[in-house]
């Protein structure tokens, strides 16, 4: 990591202004860390811009409250970062390596120099022609990279941010169990030593009753396969993948279960899985089996013009084996 920090001081003295940027739908570790690298790039008296709609009614609620708490940061959105961009801006983009994930993917095509830095696994599509390209998928949050990398130039981050930071490692971490490594404690370790605040952390985590309340629905109608696979179906309604995964992530909690699987309706033409398991189950081989991947313990498969139910059934053949 230390070679990635070198490289970066390097890469982000030789342009004059940063632009920010993450995936779209931002959680609290795309903001998390896009705050926690613009405190850092402050400290180096660096013009910098964190590009993300903050007036966006999409934004889930935690994101609407982390973004209340930060008022004095530059957020540029579509309308005004066309002034911001020339050939000495550097754009940094967090969280995601696929242009189009991006909050605003045609940023990519109008700036030269750019710097990837996610903990995603790395797909067919990412971004090219970068001056770093740093994908790290053993990281359980880019929040981990950046407070490495504000320890690493001793360089504080506030308080505040600390604490948005801290909640974007317990979302990416299912509450600190998925991916958890000590390196991922040192890092909320450190953030706690900059002052991050239990008690905002757990403001940002809450949700609504409403949010609550749909996701129990599903989980009721969920029903247990072979003693340990915990299956929920999302019929009808169309969902998001994050949904999908926070309903697998909640599957895990029930006894007896090791591995969950959660099946939904992306969009008209598109069916998603998204399995989790506690990290005896290698989920990963099971997806991958389907047409998709990810990790031993988060995984997920993606496919067109199928139905929820006959992906139900491909599912339960291959775990029958
Ligand atoms: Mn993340």
Known sequence: MESLFKNLNDTIKAYKKVIIISHCNPDLDALGSSLGLSCILNNFQKENYIFLDTQNENNNSSVKQALSLVPDFNF??????????DKNTLLIVLDTHQKARLE???????????????HHIKMDNYIKNTDIFYIDSSLSSVVELIAFYSKFLNVSISPVVSSIMLAGMEIDTNGFNIKITEKAFEAASYLVSLGADPIIKQILLKETKDEFLRRADFIKSSYIYLKKFAICLLDANETTKEELAEISEELLNFEGVEASFTIGQLNKKLVGISARSIGNLDVCEIMKRLGGGGHTNNAAVQIENTTIKALEKALKKVLGE
């Open 104 to 118: 605003y993917p045609q940023i990519i095509d109008e700036c030269d120099n750019i710097v990837v830095l996610d």
């Open 76 to 85: 540029i959105n579509q309308k005004n970062y066309k002034k911001k961009i």
